[in-house]
Nanobody, 120 residues
Framework: QVQLVESGGDSVQAGGSLRLSCVAS????????MGWYRQAPGKQRELVAD???????NYAESVKGRFTISRDNAKNAVYLQMNSLEPEDTAVYYC??????????????WGQGTQVTVSS
C-alpha cells in the first residue's frame, strides 16, 4: 500500500516560519500531483496548495505570498515552506497525492497529518 508521511509541524509564534515535508513510499508508478490540505478546529478541511508533475501550482487565497509549495519527484516528496505564520494558520496539515500505482490505475492517498500551532 502507498504511504504518505508528513513531518515538520511545530508550535511557533506569529510571524515565524515552518517547513513541512511529505514523502510517499510504496508501489508508485507515477505521481500526478501532490498537495497540502489543512483542517482547523471547528472547520472543514481545505486545500492549502498543490503542485502537479509539470510544476503548476495552486494556492488558497489566504496563503498566497506567504507559503510556497515545491516538489522533488525523484524522492516522491513535496514540501511546504510557510512564512509569516498567523494564528489563523493553526491546523492539522495533511499531505495528499494523486498517483498511478501501475500504468493504468490511479487513486488519491493521504497522510496522517502534522500539527501546526501559531500563537499570538
Amino acid at each position: 500500500q502507498v504511504q504518505l508521511v508528513e513531518s515538520g509541524g511545530d508550535s511557533v509564534q506569529a510571524g515565524g516560519s515552518l517547513r513541512l515535508s511529505c514523502v510517499a513510499s510504496g508501489t508508485i508508478f507515477r505521481i500526478i500531483a501532490m498537495g497540502w490540505y489543512r483542517q482547523a478546529p471547528g472547520k472543514q478541511r481545505e486545500l492549502v496548495a498543490d503542485i502537479n508533475a509539470g510544476g503548476a501550482r495552486n494556492y488558497a487565497e489566504s496563503v498566497k505570498g506567504r507559503f510556497t509549495i515545491s516538489r522533488d519527484n525523484a524522492k516522491n516528496a513535496v514540501y511546504l515552506q510557510m512564512n509569516s505564520l498567523e494564528p489563523e494558520d493553526t491546523a492539522v496539515y495533511y499531505c495528499q497525492s494523486r498517483l498511478y500505482t501501475d500504468y493504468t490505475t490511479w487513486s488519491d492517498y493521504w497522510g496522517q497529518g502534522t500539527q501546526v500551532t501559531v500563537s499570538s
